[in-house]
Nanobody, 123 residues
Framework: QVHLVESGGGLVQPGGSLTLSCASS????????MGWFRQAPGKEREFVAV???????MYADSVKGRFTISRDNAKNVVYLQMNSLQPEDSAVYYC?????????????????WGQGTQVTVSS
């Protein structure tokens, strides 16, 4: 059974940076797509980024150029480096694992989800 645990969220000022981590246990990690989604209060869960295997990261237009997804297959961890954060980036961020090696921004491409970590961007 796949288990995902996010960490690294917190409060940051506008323009600041945070790095989220997602530790995965159970199942195959290195050859599947791993993604990040976020959900702000009163809004739908939205796609942020996906890291496909063997290569090919995709990003939502709203974060392109500011966020970077990466993974460490030796540690079974996927990261989301977030720079130039803005208040509209505030949300609960969820890590997700797909059973496929390639996923798009659709939540239905992912089968396993973490519990989420809160990111708040505020002065």
């Amino acid at each position: 059974q796949v288990h995902l645990v996010e960490s690294g969220g917190g409060l940051v000022q506008p323009g600041g940076s945070l790095t989220l981590s997602c530790a995965s246990s159970g199942g195959t990690f290195s050859r599947v797509a791993m993604g990040w989604f976020r959900q702000a209060p009163g809004k739908e869960r939205e796609f942020v980024a996906v890291d496909n295997w063997p290569r090919g990261a995709m990003y939502a237009d709203s974060v392109k150029g500011r966020f970077t997804i990466s993974r460490d297959n030796a540690k079974n961890v996927v990261y989301l480096q977030m720079n130039s954060l803005q208040p509209e980036d505030s949300a609960v961020y969820y890590c997700a694992r797909s059973p496929f090696n390639h996923a798009t921004g659709r939540a239905t491409d992912f089968r396993s989800w973490g519990q989420g970590t809160q990111v708040t961007v505020s002065s």
